[in-house]
């Protein structure tokens, strides 16, 4: 059976401001459907406030500054043989390097995880990532 060796695959990290109170919600977010669930859809708006992009190397950690000064961890662990992968999330505490073990995700390609929780500026920041932003989910 020939393997693929995977390098790196591409991934986008959406960093959103989440409010409860009624504004408006990026246009850009409003077709992810994970953000109409609970928890996320008691935000009554929503922003991007930015988007890196980078790429993730199997068992190499990639990191995302976030604007409250936390970083997040993003480690590639392994592509799965139907093609999705598991990926690790883990944010920092403040002013700590330890981090704290969010979750652990099998995503397929193009479709996106979020973690949700920290407060920031009156709201609460949400990560979203998406693993090989080009492919669409089926």
Known sequence: VYKRQISTVPAEVLVILGKEEAGQIDPQ????????????????????????????????????????GRRMKL?????????RYKVKAAINRPNKSDYLPLLQVVASAGDPFFVAGQTYQGGTLVVGV?????KTPK
């Not at 190397?57 to 976030?66: E, I, R």
């Open 130 to 134: 998406i693993v090989d932003p080009k």
């Open 29 to 68: 977010l409003a077709k992810m459907t994970a953000l109409r669930r609970p928890p996320f859809n008691s935000f009554r708006s929503m922003k991007i406030l930015s988007r890196p992009k980078l790429k993730l190397t199997p068992g190499k950690d990639a990191l995302v500054s976030l604007p409250n």
């Open 75 to 83: 480690t590639l662990l392994r592509v799965m043989p139907d093609g």
